[in-house]
Structure formats: structure tokens, C-alpha cells
């Protein structure tokens, strides 16, 4: 049965529109918001319905689309979604759709930032559904001059100035993925012989990669893990990640921390790990003790900060640490707990930078010793503060918590007592993310905000589409470990036996 | 002696454009001059027509002194691209602050026919032959701003430097013909693979590198480029930074790769080295500079050094990786400097920080521009990405620290062109009309665009027909 | 023995010895008495009267450069006028060719005024 090509549709369909929306005059700006929101819907509506019908009992890649593409190289264009992907998919189009509501009430230039939005998006998207290595490589630069010239144009200078940091967040990303690039390289000109002929698909790279040397495996992995680990804002890379947020407007912060960082973690675990599993092995310490001392450090630093960008981005940082970590434990339940917390904290970052995003532009200010008591003044706003800060948190009945304790459990198992230091970076955040909520929301209300509005219309969209998911995947976990699982089993086993064989030699 | 002419049908036509736009410019009135540039620009699309018609009609030409294959066919059809995008990006330009267009034109079709016959050449004589009517026409056009102090600075610097150049590497033609008894590349090979090396061939190598490093732009040898660069009108500009370097490295590539091929142990690690300098040069110097000319120039060493990666290996691979990235070079370059030549029409400035508010007065020509440079960065989704990746495909292998350093080094040039972006994309414009642009430019802009963004995201078609052309180079 | 490059050897040393030789002869034989007149640069010829870096008209240039283009023309002319008979229509036509170019050049030049003077 030839069925829709839905990943071909779901791509293309905010990219699209950002081609229309070039050829609308620029004054038209409702006409522009509203494509931008179709585009995204689109593209949301139909990867929740994937969600829906991927058959988790099957597992596996799914609604698979290959088209030949570069014959000497091996290249294919090659989409399919699996257990790991579909999750990131969703949650990527979940943001992009906030993401345009949470730029609603944008002051200027509306059709330039709506197409590069848009492109960003599906950028973005691209990356977790390419199988593809070459066509992930496309879409994974892709990403960044978009990000850059949105820095630039509508982003704010506080601490640093825009300009700086939209420069660092591109000159860093770009300089890790060199390191990449190289590696990717080599690893696919040293998998010709091995295979036979040019593949570039993730699946006979990974077949080629397992057959290499130790020593091969133990420098190919290196290099992929500085390139994705800058990515990740793996410590001690990471310093772009707080400077970048801090300068970057709302829907590129909420789309930066919420998916783009995860493509970091997203390929460490699809492409590095599996492909080169002995180096994951002799390399999985390391991403363990850079993981514990990114959640430590980030979140000690988290504390001292009096810009709520700031927090958010140090918390972000800490929260991949937990990633690396459980990357690091390199077992079923640790990957399991990697690719749901990113998941988790992609929802919990959205949603937390929408709530800045509006306090910003209603207070002119993200400097917590200004603000306070806006509780009263905007009570729904305060519900997705504090949605976000709970869930960063890890509450329990919140999305980020059973991914979390996931995490914990995998950690103890392989590193026994020194993963207590990441459980002691929970109680920091507790500490961070409440006292931020407090000084923010609570106290006696200011005088001066007395006349704002609390958020309506579009700008509820964010709250009601994240909180929606934050909530129910707390409650419902197994609507996401299920699915997560599904991916990252299969894989697990076909890794092991590698390791064992490996380890034989 | 009868030869089979049909296989330079394209050159004999270049000839008979050129001595035809010429004479027109004598027979035509004054005010019919600008006509002359849709003239040239048609005839030169129905030359490149000729030599796509004639891609399998193949074979020598003067007892092998002239080689017809499908690798020349291929660099051909870059050069006359180029040629044509030039042309067609250059009417404006040439109107407004030129003059002379029977000249202009005549001898820009001449210095095309000169890269032509050093695609083909497939002995020294004939190589030096078109390399000097390349850079002799070059030395002309450089200085056509005749009033213009810098102009001639920027010519006489040319005209100096492409002499000593010239030498240099004609005598180090002559050191490889004292050693291999013949000036047929072909033959040179086949002698030089038997043979043991010599000092006197290291010494021979050494020479032709230094005199086509120099018309590369290779570092240490690329002094010149900046300040001919700005100096040169801007549209004969992105030509020598197009045509004049691939045209060497077409030589370069048959010298080495075919005529010293049995030897290349002794020369690819020395192209590896300059490549990497190259590299590392070009782009850190490019970061400081305000000129956006002098800025190009300086990123077109870097692109020098990319290419020269292809050399190093001397494989069919790098030849075919050197083919793709000269192919996608030319619409980056040409890309870029048509809006650079259109906007100081304008403005009369080539300053980067004139160039603020471009995105609000012309969006086209800064998307242009952003495309064009990524590419040259190797940013997905353009093709420049590709052509990087074939080209340090074929030196991971051996030469692991030269593709870290490019790679790297690719990335940190995407801070300069940056700096060119936040100005055009940041800034509010002084003068907030918008810029109409003119009908060849538009042309000419959206061609280059689109070609960066098909073929970056769609190179399957392009790579294949450049495998068979480099495969046919080594069927000889 | 002398091999044949031996007659090359002779030859060389008989250059030099004429060369060197001649100026020895003249260093040893020949009387020095200096004067003003010595120390200029051209010894010979009258004094030059004003500055000596005039500029010259860029007619003289267009002259000396349409006229090398015509001597030279002649070293390719000679051959085929020699072979004319055996070369057949081929080369007549190719010689026509290669005039005809050359004539345009000329045309060109003299439409651009470079034969006048004024």
C-alpha cells in the first residue's frame, strides 16, 4: 500500500508558506502571522497523528520514504521516523507552533522573521527525521543562519550584546561541527571498503561502524562527541548556551532550548552510539563525569544569576547534563531516560522561555530584583511560569519527573555511588527554579505593573499546547516510554552483541 | 594534412565573436554600443550551446598538441558560464562608468578563448600559449578604468607580477622538458613514471607551483590579489577570481596529475602543505578587512586553498572534487560580485558599511549575497557543502589534519561573511528607497541563487556527468 | 679525446678569451686621464640641454606597436610564401584568415585615430 508521503508533507510544509509568505507584501502582517500558524499546524497536526498511528509493538522505521539522491556518494533521501525520532518530531512542531504564537505581537519586520522562523523550523525538523547521514548534515547547518540573522535583528543586548551573542552561539556551533563533519567524514570513507560500495544511510554506517577497529572507533567517537556535545552544551562547551538565550528573542530561545540542543543529544545516541559502539564504550565514563560536572556546575551557577534568561539557560545546561549522563550509562534504561528527558525538558524550556518571553515584553525588564508580585496582575501567566518551574524541578505528576528518576536508576546502576552528585543537582534546581518563581510572581505587587494585561488570545497558545503535554506526560508516562522504548530496545540488543563480539576481539 | 576541425568548432567560434564584436564596435553608431553586451551574451549562450551539442565529440587536434575530452569540455562550460554571467552581470557597470564596450567585450570573449585552449592544451607550448592570452587580456581589462589611479595601480601590479610569474613557470616547464625530452604532457608522464627522482624535477616542481600558485592566488604567492582585486573594475573582478583560477588549475591539474603523476609522493604532500597555509591565510586575514572587495579577495585565497586540497591525493577523486567546486564556484563568486558591482553603481562605494539596510532596500540582492557566501562557507543547504564534502572526502584518509583545518577554518570564515550579514540584514538603510534592480542583473542574481540552492540540495546529476568527464581525463 | 661537444668546448673558450681579452688589452694598455667630460654618462655625442625625462607622445607607441605586429607578421609569411605550391588551398585560406585578422586590427587602430597627429 502507497500511502501519503506524510514526513515529505510535514517537512515542507512551514518551508512553504515561508516561500509564500516572501511573495506577500510586507505591510499584509495578519495574512503573514496566519500562514506561519497554518504552515506549523500542518506540520503539528500531522505528526501527532503519526504519533498516534506508529505501532509501537512493531517498532522500527516507519512510514519510510527513500528516493535515490547522490549516486557516487551513497546518499539517499531517506526519511523515516522511529521510536527516538517520532518524539523529537513532535516536540519540535509543538515549539514551532508555540513559537509563532509566542511571536505574535512581534514590533517590526514581521515577514522576515516569519519566513526564517518558519525555515528554522523545518530545519529543524529535517534533522530528526533524515536517516539519511548526509541529508541530517543538510538540515543540521541549515539551522544556523537563520538563528544568526533573528539574533541580530530582533534580539535584546543585556548583559551582552546581541551581536555578541549571536555570533558565539554561530561561531561555536559551527566550530563543533567541524569536528563533526570530520568525523562523519572519515567515518563514511573508511566504511566504503567495509561495505562494499557508498551508503550513507544511518543503518549501514552503523553495520560498517561496528566492524572497525578499536582504536578507529575510540578517535571517530571523539570527534562526534565534541561536535554534538557542543551541541548538547555538553560541559565544558557550553558556555554559548546562556549567552545565546540571553540575547536571542523569545522564539529563538524557546526553539534553541527547547529542540535544537537536542539534536546534539539526539545524534550522540542515533548516529555515535550506535555506529561506533566501542568507542561509546571507552568514551562513556568521560560523557558520565562531563555530564555530572555540567549538572553541578550549571546549576551552582544557575543559582547566582538575577536575569531569568540567564536562569533558564544555566538550567537548560543542567538539565542535559542528565543527558550526557545517562548517554554515558550506555543501557537500555539510561537511553531510554536520555531521549524522554530531552523530551521533557524540550516541553518545560518552551514553555518556560514563553513566560519570560511575555514578561519581558510587558515589564521591559528580566531582572528579578525589579520584578515582583505579578501573580495578580497575570494570573495565567504565573500558571506556566510555574508549570515550567515544577516540572524543571522534577515534580512528580509533571512531565520531567519519571524521566528523571529514569535517569537516576540507570545512573546508580552503572556508576553506583557517584551519581549522587547529579541527584544533589536536583535540590539546587528545586532552589533556583522556586526562588525565581517566588521573587518573579509573589510578594506584595508593584505599582507599576498595575495596569498590565494578562496574557489572551494567542498569546495563550504556548500554555495551553506545552502545558497540555507537560501535564499529561506526567500522568501518562507510559504514552511516552512506550514509545521511546520501542526505538531504543532494538537498538540496545544489536549494540550489545556488538559490544560482546567487540569485546571477544 | 587534413584535421578534423569539428572538434574546435567552439574556438574557432570564440575567435570570429570576438574579431566580430570588435568590428561592430567600429561600424556601429556611438549610442547602439550598450546593444553590444545582449550581443556578446547571446552569442557566447549559443557557444556554450555548441560545446554541450559537442560534449562526446571528441579527440585531438595538431597531433595531440591539442586535446578535445570530456575533463575540457567541462571546463569549458564553466568558463563560458562564467563568461555569459559575467557579461550579463557587467552591462550596467560597463555603461555607467566604462565606456569602450566593443573593447570590453571583444577582449573579455578574447581572455575566455584564452582559458578555452588551457583547458585543452595538452602540451607545454600550447598551455603557456592560452595562459598568455588569458592573462594578457586580463592585464587590459584590469586597468579599463583608465582614469582611475587605482585601476592602473592595480593593472601595472598585474601586468608585473603575471610577467614574473609567467617566467617562473615557464621555466619550470622547461627544467620538466629538460628531463623528459618532450613537451606532450601525456609522454612527460610516461617517462617521469619510469624515472627516478631527480633534484632537478624537485626543482621543476617547485617552479610550476610558484608560477601557478601565483595566477591561483595559492599563499605565498598571492600578494597581488587584494589590491588587483579592488583595483579591477568589479565585474572583470569576479572573472579573474572565476576564470583565471580555474583555468590554472586545469593546467595545474593536467601538469600534476597526469604529466607527474608517477612522482606525486613528492608533490602532494607539498600541495597539501601549501593548501592548508592557504587555507589558514586567507581566512584570517580576510576577518579584519572593510572593504568588501579586498574582503572577497581575500576569501577567494581561502577558496584557493580548498580547491588545491583536491590536488593532493592526485586521484580521479580530487580531480572530480576540484571539478564540482569549481562549478558551484562560479556562481557563489559571480553571485556575489554582480551585487557588489550593481550596488556601487549606485552608491559609488564598495565599503562593507555602506552595505547597511541592504535587506530592507533589495532583499533579493542581499539574499543573493548571503546565499552566495554560505556557499562559499560550505553551509548546507548550498552547494558549496557538497563540493567541500568531495573534496575532503579524499584526504581524510591521509591526511586527517588537513581536512581538521579546513573544515575549521571554513567555519571561522563564516564569521566574516557574518559581519557582511549583520550589516546588510541588522542596520536600518540611510536612504530607505528601495533599489530597483535592472533586468541582466536580476538575471543574473536569481540564476546564481537558485543554482546554489539546486544544486546544494541536488547535486546527484551534475556529480555524475563530472565523474565520467574526470574519468575521461585519465583515459589517455 | 675531443668528442663532438669538444669542437662546443673550444668555442666557448675562444668566446671568452676574444671577449675578456680584448677589454684586458684595453684595461692595461690604454692611458688614464680623467676629466669632466669622462664622468658623464654618455661620453660620446653632444651634452644634453635640459631635464632628460621628457615624455613622449603615445603616438610613437601606437606606431612601434603596430609595426612590431607587421614584423612580425613576416616571419610567418616567408614560410608559406616559400611553400606556397606544395601547401595547397589549405594554407591560402588559413593565410587569408590570419591577414584578416590582422587587418581588423589595423582597421581598429586607424578608426581610433592612432595615425593622427594632431
Redesign the interface.
Known amino acids: 500500500m502507497k500511502s501519503l508521503p506524510f514526513l515529505t508533507i510535514i517537512l515542507l510544509a512551514p518551508a512553504i508558506c515561508a516561500i509564500i509568505m516572501a511573495f506577500i507584501p510586507k505591510e499584509q502582517v495578519n495574512p503573514i502571522k496566519w500562514l506561519a500558524a497554518t504552515g506549523t499546524f500542518i506540520s503539528l497536526a500531522m505528526s501527532a497523528y503519526l504519533y498516534g498511528v506508529y505501532d509501537t509493538a512493531a517498532g522500527g522505521l516507519q512510514f519510510v520514504e527513500r528516493v535515490p539522491w547522490i549516486k557516487d556518494l551513497g546518499v539517499s533521501y531517506f526519511l523515516a521516523v522511529d521510536g527516538i525520532s517520532l518524539p523529537m518530531l513532535l516536540l519540535t512542531n509543538m515549539i514551532g507552533f508555540s513559537a509563532v504564537f509566542a511571536s505574535w505581537n512581534l514590533e517590526s519586520r514581521h515577514r522576515e522573521f516569519f519566513i526564517l522562523l518558519c525555515l528554522l523550523i523545518s530545519g529543524v525538523m529535517g534533522t530528526f527525521i533524515a536517516h539519511d547521514i548526509f541529508i541530517f548534515l543538510l538540515f543540521y547547518e541549515v539551522v544556523v543562519i537563520p538563528i544568526y540573522i533573528m539574533v541580530i535583528i530582533w534580539g535584546s543586548s543585556k548583559r551582552v550584546t546581541k551581536e555578541y551573542a549571536g555570533m558565539k552561539l554561530t561561531i561555536y556551533l559551527l566550530v563543533g561541527s567541524a569536528f563533526l563533519l570530520v568525523g562523519i567524514i572519515a567515518l563514511f570513507v573508511k566504511s566504503i571498503p567495509i561495505l562494499g560500495e557508498p551508503n550513507m544511510s544511518f543503518a549501514a554506517l552503523a553495520q560498517a561502524g561496528n566492524q572497525m577497529s578499536a582504536f578507529d572507533q575510540k578517535w571517530l567517537f571523539a570527534l562526534m562527541l565534541i561536535g554534538f556535545g557542543s551541541l548538547i552544551s555538553m560541559w565544558p562547551f557550553h558556555s554559548w548556551s546562556p549567552d545565546g538565550y540571553a540575547g536571542a528573542p523569545t522564539a529563538v530561545s524557546m526553539i534553541h532550548a527547547g529542540v535544537l540542543k537536542k539534536i546534539g543529544g539526539y545524534g550522540l545516541i542515533k548516529i555515535a552510539l550506535f555506529s561506533l559502539p566501542l568507542g561509546a564504550k571507552f568514551w562513556a565514563p568521560y560523557m558520565a563525569a562531563l555530564g555530572i560536572a555540567g549538572v553541578a556546575y550549571a546549576a551552582f551557577a544557575a543559582l547566582a544569576q538575577k536575569d531569568l534568561k540567564y536562569i533558564v539557560g544555566y538550567s537548560s545546561v543542567s538539565h542535559m547534563g542528565y543527558v550526557m549522563l545517562a548517554i554515558g550509562t550506555v543501557n537500555v534504561i539510561g537511553i531510554n531516560g536520555a531521549v524522554a528527558n530531552m523530551f521533557a525538558h524540550g516541553v518545560m524550556a518552551a514553555l518556560f522561555f514563553s513566560a519570560i518571553g511575555v514578561i519581558y515584553e510587558k515589564t521591559k525588564t528580566r531582572w528579578i530584583p525589579d520584578l515582583g508580585g505579578l501573580a495578580r496582575q497575570m494570573p495565567l501567566l504565573a500558571v506556566s511560569f510555574m508549570l515550567a518551574a515544577f516540572a524543571s524541578l522534577g515534580l512528580p505528576g509533571l512531565i520531567g519527573f519519571i524521566p528523571e528518576f529514569t535517569i537516576f536508576i540507570a545512573g546508580f546502576k552503572a556508576f553506583g555511588g557517584f551519581a549522587v552528585i547529579a541527584i544533589g543537582g536536583i535540590v539546587i534546581t528545586a532552589l533556583y527554579a522556586l526562588r525565581a518563581g517566588a521573587n518573579t510572581l509573589f510578594g506584595p505587587p508593584r505599582e507599576e505593573y498595575n495596569n498590565l494585561r494578562d496574557i489572551r488570545g494567542a498569546e495563550l497558545v504556548p500554555l495551553a499546547v506545552l502545558g497540555l503535554v507537560l501535564i499529561a506526560g506526567g500522568l501518562l508516562p507510559s504514552l511516552l516510554f512506550d514509545m521511546v522504548n520501542s526505538g531504543v530496545e532494538p537498538l540496545m540488543n544489536q549494540l550489545d552483541n556488538a559490544l560482546k563480539i567487540g569485546g571477544l576481539i | 594534412m587534413q584535421m578534423d576541425f569539428s572538434v574546435i568548432i567552439p574556438e574557432i567560434a570564440m575567435v570570429s565573436l570576438g574579431v566580430l564584436v570588435l568590428i561592430l564596435g567600429l561600424i556601429l553608431p556611438k549610442k547602439s554600443l550598450p546593444r553590444l553586451g545582449w550581443f556578446t551574451s547571446f552569442s557566447l549562450i549559443g557557444i556554450l550551446a555548441l560545446v554541450v551539442l559537442n560534449w562526446n565529440n571528441v579527440g585531438t587536434v595538431s597531433g595531440g598538441l591539442y586535446l578535445i575530452d570530456q575533463f575540457s569540455q567541462f571546463f569549458k562550460v564553466i568558463f563560458l558560464t562564467a563568461a555569459i554571467l559575467v557579461v550579463f552581470g557587467s552591462m550596467a557597470y560597463v555603461d555607467k562608468h566604462l565606456g569602450g564596450q566593443a573593447e570590453y567585450y571583444s577582449i573579455l570573449v578574447f581572455s575566455t578563448l584564452g582559458m578555452m585552449v588551457m583547458a585543452s592544451a595538452n602540451d607545454f607550448i600550447t598551455m603557456y600559449l592560452g595562459l598568455e592570452l588569458m592573462t594578457i587580456s586580463f592585464i587590459v581589462l584590469v586597468c579599463f578604468r583608465r582614469n582611475d589611479s587605482e585601476s592602473l595601480e592595480a593593472g601595472m601590479k598585474y601586468v608585473l607580477l603575471a610577467g614574473i610569474s609567467s617566467a617562473v613557470l615557464l621555466y619550470g616547464l622547461s627544467l620538466i622538458y629538460g628531463i623528459a625530452g618532450t613537451v606532450l604532457v601525456v609522454e612527460v608522464g610516461m617517462i617521469l613514471a619510469v624515472q627516478q627522482s631527480l633534484p632537478l624535477l624537485l626543482v621543476g616542481v617547485v617552479m610550476l607551483v610558484a608560477g601557478l600558485g601565483f595566477k591561483i592566488a595559492a599563499v605565498p604567492f598571492h600578494m597581488w590579489a587584494p589590491d588587483v582585486y579592488q583595483g579591477a573594475p568589479t565585474p572583470i573582478t569576479s572573472f579573474l577570481a572565476v576564470g583565471s583560477k580555474m583555468a590554472s588549475f586545469a593546467i595545474l591539474i593536467r601538469i600534476f596529475v597526469l604529466g607527474m603523476f608517477g612522482v606525486s609522493l613528492s608533490w602532494g604532500i607539498l600541495m597539501a602543505i601549501l593548501a592548508g597555509v592557504t587555507i589558514i591565510i586567507g581566512n584570517l586575514v580576510a576577518i579584519p578587512q572593510t572593504n568588501i572587495k579586498r574582503l572577497m579577495a581575500y576569501s577567494g585565497i581561502a577558496q584557493a586553498g580548498y580547491i588545491l586540497v583536491g590536488m593532493v591525493t592526485a586521484s580521479q577523486a580530487g580531480v572530480k572534487a576540484i571539478m564540482f567546486y569549481g562549478f558551484i564556484y562560479i556562481f557563489a563568486v559571480v553571485g556575489v560580485f554582480t551585487a557588489i558591482s550593481y550596488y556601487y553603481n549606485l552608491t559609488g562605494s564598495d565599503e562593507i558599511k555602506d552595505y547597511a539596510g541592504l535587506s530592507q532596500r533589495s532583499p533579493l540582492m542581499a539574499a543573493t549575497m548571503v546565499v552566495s557566501m554560505l556557499t562559499m562557507a560550505g553551509i548546507p543547504p548550498f552547494a558549496g557543502f557538497v563540493g567541500k564534502f568531495y573534496l575532503f572526502m579524499t584526504v581524510v584518509e591521509n591526511y586527517l589534519w588537513l581536512a581538521i583545518i579546513g573544515l575549521i577554518m571554513s567555519m571561522v570564515s563564516v564569521y566574516y561573511y557574518l559581519m557582511v550579514v549583520l550589516v546588510m540584514y541588522r542596520d536600518r538603510p540611510q536612504d530607505s528607497s528601495p533599489i530597483v534592480v535592472s533586468l541582466p542583473v536580476r538575471m543574473t542574481l536569481i540564476f546564481t541563487m537558485l543554482v546554489s540552492v539546486v544544486l546544494g540540495v541536488y547535486p546527484g546529476p551534475l556529480s555524475e556527468i563530472i565523474n565520467k568527464a574526470a574519468l575521461s581525463f585519465f583515459m589517455h | 679525446m675531443l668528442s663532438v661537444w669538444g669542437a662546443v668546448l673550444i668555442f666557448l673558450i675562444v668566446g671568452v678569451i676574444f671577449g675578456v681579452g680584448g677589454m684586458l688589452a684595453g684595461y692595461i694598455l690604454a692611458p688614464r686621464r680623467k676629466s669632466a667630460q669622462k664622468s658623464i654618462a654618455y661620453e660620446c655625442g653632444v651634452d644634453t640641454i635640459g631635464p632628460t625625462w621628457v615624455q613622449f607622445r603615445t603616438s610613437y607607441f601606437l606606431y612601434a606597436l603596430l609595426f612590431v605586429i607587421f614584423d612580425v607578421e613576416i616571419i610567418y609569411l616567408y614560410p608559406w610564401a616559400i611553400k606556397f605550391q606544395s601547401l595547397g588551398l589549405f594554407a591560402f585560406v588559413e593565410m587569408i584568415i590570419f591577414l584578416a ?1 590582422l587587418v ?1 586590427g589595423l ?2 587602430a586607424w ?1 581610433e585615430g592612432a595615425f593622427e597627429w594632431t
Open positions: 585578422i581588423v582597421w581598429y578608426k
